[in-house]
C-alpha cells in the first residue's frame, strides 16, 4: 500500500521559512509527476508547485520566486521549501504523487495518491 505523511508545518511570523517534508512508502510501478498543493479555509484546493519525472518544475504565480519543490530519491522523500512566508501562504498543505500502470485492457491509467496533509500558519 502506497502511503505519503507530510512533516515540517507549523506557525511562523512573517518572512519566515519552512521546510514541508512528504515521505513515500510503499512501491509505486512509475511516478509521472510530484506537487504540492494547498487548502486555505473557504478556498479551493491549489497546486502551488509541481514537478514531473524528468524534473522540470512549475508553480503557481503566487509563490514564485519563494517555494522550491526538491526531492531525494534516496530517501524517497518529496520536500516543498517555503521562503518569505506570507500571511496568505497559511492554508493545510497536501503533498501528491502520480503514478501510471498498464494493463492490456485499459491501456495506460493514472493514480493520485495524497497525503493527509500538515497546517502551515503564517501570521504576526
Known amino acids: 500500500q502506497v502511503q505519503l505523511v507530510e512533516s515540517g508545518g507549523g506557525l511562523v511570523q512573517p518572512g519566515g521559512s519552512l521546510r514541508l517534508s512528504c515521505v513515500v512508502s510503499?512501491?509505486?510501478?512509475?511516478?509521472?509527476?510530484m506537487s504540492w498543493y494547498r487548502q486555505a479555509p473557504g478556498r479551493e484546493r491549489e497546486s502551488v508547485a509541481h514537478m514531473t519525472r524528468g524534473g522540470n518544475t512549475n508553480y503557481a504565480d503566487s509563490v514564485k520566486g519563494r517555494f522550491t519543490i526538491s526531492r531525494d530519491n534516496a530517501k524517497n522523500t518529496v520536500y516543498l521549501q517555503m521562503n518569505s512566508l506570507k500571511p496568505e501562504d497559511t492554508a493545510v498543505y497536501y503533498c501528491?504523487?502520480?503514478?501510471?500502470?498498464?494493463?492490456?485492457?485499459?491501456?495506460?491509467?493514472?493514480?493520485?495518491?495524497w497525503g493527509q496533509g500538515t497546517q502551515v500558519s503564517v501570521s504576526s
Open positions: 501528491n504523487v502520480v503514478e501510471s500502470y498498464y494493463s492490456s485492457d485499459t491501456g495506460w491509467t493514472a493514480k493520485d495518491y
Open positions: 510503499g512501491s509505486i510501478f512509475s511516478i509521472n509527476a
